[in-house]
């Protein structure tokens, strides 16, 4: 008897594979992309400023109940400048890169500085027209989550956290 023909592969491919762009411009941008995703997904596992910071000045919970996320941001503030950040939680790889990518954006900014960058970073995630801002260095690779606006919030979560501690126990206005 004839053999039934071989079934043909019955395990889904673990990643989508989208057709590789032709025009070299597109390359360039399908890279890009690519190098952005693997920042976020580096600063996921390898989150950078986790953990307790014993002492902290200031400290604050955030919680994106639209996603799950979960973060603790704690801070030490010296004459208006942020001397040191930490945070821990859990949550999505865009989450987790934020609020690690964030704390590395931060120490060593003042606190004036900071409510600037989140400025821009918002407007970064959020403003389709926005041009590119070369300030806010490895933040950019948030840039794609403005195409996602369930995202957004994911991304913003650490900021809108580190802003709330500061804002709640504001650091006494320093005279040097
Ligand atoms: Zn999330």
């Known amino acids: 008897k004839a053999q039934s023909p071989k079934p043909k592969a019955q395990s889904p491919k673990p990643k989508a594979q989208s057709p590789k762009p032709k ?18 997904l580096d600063h996921n596992r390898n989150p950078r400023n986790f953990g307790r910071l014993e002492d902290a000045d200031l400290r604050a919970d955030g919680h994106n109940p ?19 950040v930490r945070f821990e939680g859990s949550g999505c790889a865009i989450s987790q890169a934020s609020a690690s990518l964030m704390t590395e954006g931060i120490k060593g ?60 126990n504001q650091d006494p206005v320093s005279t040097e």
């Open 109 to 168: 900014k003042t606190i004036a500085d900071t409510r600037a960058l989140f400025d821009r970073f918002r407007r970064l995630v959020t403003d389709q027209t926005a041009p590119p801002d070369d300030s806010l260095g490895k933040l950019t690779v948030f840039a794609g989550v403005r195409d996602y606006p369930a995202r957004v919030k994911c991304a913003i979560l650490a900021w809108h956290t580190l802003l709330a501690a500061v804002d709640d």
């Open 23 to 40: 025009a070299q411009s597109l390359n360039v941008m399908s890279d890009l992309r690519e190098l952005y995703q693997e920042v976020i």
């Open 66 to 84: 639209l996603c799950g996320d979960r973060l603790s941001i704690a801070v030490k503030v010296a004459a208006g400048v942020v001397t040191d």
